[in-house]
Nanobody, 115 residues
Framework: QLQASGGGLVQAGGSLRLSCAAS????????MGWYRQAPGKQREMVAV???????NYADSVKGRFTISRDNAKNTAYLQMNSLKPEDTAVYYC???????????WGQGTLVTVLQ
């Protein structure tokens, strides 16, 4: 299962750090990532990181967000800086691994950025 944490309320320009811990899931080759869904919008990819350390970011967060991971702890992190009101959303952690791939979603964590 995936346990996400770190959401909260922050002023615009502030920072938050999300964590996603995977337990009971062991695939040596895997991808962990963060997705978000704002009210009335579709879920979108925010950032992903492979077990090898390759990353990919949505254009809207490049330069502001950083995804990282600790493979020993099977945990991924999302450092969010210079937050904007448009970053307000429920953030979901995703884990993908195995062949054929198995996908797990964590429970969402709400991030609210005030003007």
């Amino acid at each position: 299962q995936l346990q996400a944490s770190g959401g909260g309320l922050v002023q615009a320009g502030g920072s938050l750090r999300l964590s996603c811990a995977a337990s009971g899931i062991i695939f040596s080759v895997n991808t962990m990532g963060w997705y978000r869904q704002a009210p009335g919008k579709q879920r979108e990819m925010v950032a992903v990181i492979t077990s090898g350390g390759s990353t990919n970011y949505a254009d809207s967060v490049k330069g502001r967000f950083t995804i990282s991971r600790d493979n020993a702890k099977n945990t991924a992190y999302l450092q969010m800086n210079s937050l904007k009101p448009e970053d307000t959303a429920v953030y979901y952690c995703k884990y993908k691994g195995g062949r054929p791939p198995v996908i797990y979603w964590g429970q969402g964590t709400l991030v609210t950025v005030l003007q």
